[in-house]
């Protein structure tokens, strides 16, 4: 890994928000998925979340989520799930959804644990989605339609998110534990050993601050001795 990119990854790491998220309910079109993930990764977000049903199950590891090496995606079986999961780490859950409780995207504290849920393209969020969320959030509009693309709505609640963190400097503390940053150094610094250490069930070395590998004789002759097929 070059000097150059060891530092911008370092650097992308130290940014990462782990108490900002979003969630994907049914969300299934490859190119609005991936325009989601772009701006989770825009905007510092280290993991995000999806529910899909079997036939979109592709989306999980597919062309369209190129932008999940740098984003975690963590998938669940339900909704029902997924808000489970993001209130147990004590998050705010907010759902885009255009009812007479709603209130403008912005009056909401994103400084505060805060999961966005987004719902499919055509339906919009489930009923219970929006039975399960704290917070139905509007974007005002005042044109002859009244919703937005997908991923052009969470591109603008998202900046909003980090408006408001970056006035708080959330954005100079370091969030991620050193664990999580090492495994996104060695993928993204090293991805060919990466899949040797995948495929020959290796763990993964150290990677020291210059971004070197640092690793015993062992580690090394068991990478030698790892062929990559064609």
């Not at 782990?18 to 969300?27: A, F, I, K, N, P």
């Not at 772009?38 to 590891?61: F, P, T, Y």
């Not at 009244?146 to 963190?165: D, I």
Request: charged fraction near 25%.
């Amino acid at each position: 890994m070059s000097p150059e990119r060891n530092q911008k990854i370092r650097e992308m790491l130290r940014k990462r928000q782990t108490s900002l998220t979003v969630c994907m309910e049914q969300v299934h079109k490859p190119h609005n998925v991936s325009a989601v993930v772009r701006s989770c990764d825009a905007v510092g977000i280290h993991e995000m979340h999806a529910v899909w049903d079997e036939k979109n199950q592709k989306l999980r590891g597919g062309t369209a989520m190129g932008s999940q090496n740098w984003v975690k995606m963590t998938t669940h079986s339900s909704i029902s799930d997924a808000v489970t999961h993001l209130k147990s780490q004590q998050m705010q859950v907010l759902v885009t959804n255009l009812s007479s409780d709603a209130v403008d995207f912005r009056e909401i504290d994103y400084t505060k644990p805060t999961a966005i849920i987004l719902g499919q393209e055509k339906t919009g969020a489930t009923p219970e989605a929006i039975q399960l969320a704290d917070h139905d959030i509007v974007i005002p509009m005042v044109g002859m339609v009244q919703s937005l693309n997908v991923s052009v709505a969470a591109a603008l609640v998202l900046y909003e998110a980090q408006r408001q963190r970056q006035l708080a400097n959330m954005y100079d503390e370091m969030q991620l534990p050193e664990e999580e940053c090492q495994r996104v150094l060695f993928e993204g610094g090293y991805p060919i050993y990466k899949e040797m250490c995948f495929r020959k069930k290796i763990p993964y070395p150290a990677i020291d601050e210059d971004g070197k590998i640092v690793a015993d004789d062992d580690w090394w002759q068991r990478m030698q001795a790892t062929k990559i097929k064609g």
